[in-house]
Every structure is written in C-alpha cells, then in structure tokens.
C-alpha cells in the first residue's frame, strides 16, 4: 500500500536522526533550558526575522493550540475561528476543555475575512446583554487551511488590522506552515507571519521532524509566564533538548523551506493528474493537500493500492477525498499514482 493520507506517517528526516543519535549521550539541562535549545531558538528567530520573539517548544499540535489559547484568554472569554477550524472540528473539544468556547464563524475555502471578524466583535460588544455572551478574545486562523488554501499577504494584514483595532490577539497555526510558505502560490514569507500575527507556531510534526511545534510569541504582552501555562497544560518535555535539536536540523542550511517546497511541487503533480484525467476539485489548493471529486468507483480503483483519505460527500455518488503529499513522500510512488489516475 502506498500511503497518501497524511503527512506525518513518516518518521524523521535523517539530518534529524543524526543529530539525535551523535548527542543521544551528552548530558544536558533539562525542560527546553539546554545550549540546544537556546540554538534552536535563535534559529527560529532568525528564521522569522523576529530577534525579540519569545520561542517556546511543545510536543505537538493540540497541545500548543490548547496551551496558547488558555493563556491569552481570560475565563469568560472564547477564541473566532473558521467552522472548519482544527480546533473546531478536530481537537475532541480540546478547547473547550480548558473553560473556552471556539466561537465559529462561516468560511470560505477553509478561511474568514477581516469583516467577519469585526463584526462579531461588535455583535457581541453593541448586543445589550453582552456580559451574558461569550466574549471575542482572541482570534485563530490556519496557514495553510483545513482546505489546503493559503490566506495572501492582504487578507492577513486585514485580519492583522482589525484584530489590533478590536484588542484581538491573533494566533495563526503553522502546523503546516513549511508547506503554506514554501507553495509557489503564495506571497507570504515567515518575516510577514512574525509581524502580522501576535503568535504562531511553526510546525515541525508535520515538516520533517519526529514530533515537535515552535511556538513563537511577537507580541511582549502575551510573553510573560508562558512557561507557567506550559506547565500547567503538562506540556512542558523533561528532556526539552529533543524538540531543539531537532528545530537546529530543521532551520540549519534552508531544510524547512527545501522539504516543504518538494512536497508541494509532488502534491500538484498529483492535482495536474487529477485535472487531466478530468476530475473536479473541493477547493484550488495549492499546497500538499490536494482534495479530487471522485466517483465510488474511482475511489475503490484507487484504494486497492493507494491509502487517502475520505474527506465529504459532494452530489450523489462522488465524494471529495484527500491525497497528501509530505517531505519523505518518493517521487517514484507518485508516477506510479500518476499513471493508474490515467487508467482511471
């Protein structure tokens, strides 16, 4: 089997083993306080061109989502997101677990505007029982999306707008940013994330790494005690120097952007696959998640040899479903997906 339905099935790139395996010995501090971690971190600084963003490294995804969201809002507070958000649909009520509402707001190719932020802060601010309403405290985005889609440098900076005009942190999830950056269909860099956004992470579970988020504050008034809220959320890794060695592996030498960059160039192999063999598209991705319309009888063609993923029903008898690329997937087995996509 061939597998395309995620990009995390692979274990480390071997720059990372590698430098695991040559400190595995060496005594360190522990909880992310050792010589490597502090190297990664000013990787990742300059990696964003951000020298006084506070850097902070977390085991995975949910739990950097979970552990920034509950230390910016206050108690009585919840977090915008789209309805498609991954902390909406696809972290089991993690938020929410921490006594905060994900406040839901219609989307469009996986993403939410600068006007639809705006107004429902001021919905719930001009609403005369707004005390009775779960406040607007902070706002959460995705680059890329659920959807694959990628926010251009103006929307972002509209939304970067408005969320400063309202008091809203804005925390954009960079669980796949390698993929979003380094897609020839945008026009962001890591330096506009680190100055449009409050606080982003930036995904390495998904982009090479064993497991490991770098979560990377901007903003001075959302820096004080994080460590405390780490700890609390028990996210805090005795043996943090793990999750630096592997950020020093992944920003050293351009590898962070050259893995994101071949995943994305496979993945729209596969998307120009699809498109001549005829097939529609959910959205017009342009990252590693690529999301074919096929009939049942293409998907059980295709699931005889290929593992992707089911993703919605979209008219009778065809389905959307999701082909990801990642930084370990084999030019060869996507030739080999080419060619049977042709026969379909």
Known sequence: MIRFECDYSEGAHPVILDLLAKTNLEQTPGYSEDPYCEEARALVRAYCNAPDAAIHFLVGGTQANVTIIASVLKPYQGV?????????????????????????????DGKITAAQVEAAYLKQKNDGSHEHIVQPGMVYISHPTECGTLYTKEELTALSETCRKCGLPLFLDGARLGYGLASPGSDLSAEDVATLCDIFTVGGTKVGALFGEAVVITNPALQKDFRYMIKRQGGMLAKGRLLGLQFIGLMKDGLY???????????????????????????????????????RQQQEILGKKYAYSYWQPVDDGRDAVRFCTSWATKEEDVEELLKDIQNL
């Open 257 to 295: 952007e050259a893995l994101g960059k071949k995943a994305d160039l496979l993945a729209l192999q596969i998307k120009d696959g699809f498109a001549a063999a005829g097939c529609d598209f959910l959205v017009d991705s342009v990252t590693n998640q690529q999301f074919p319309i096929l009939t």
């Open 80 to 108: 915008l997101c789209a309805e498609t958000g991954h902390i909406h649909v696809h972290e089991t009520g993690a938020v929410e677990a921490t006594g905060h509402k994900a406040l839901a707001l219609p989307q469009t």
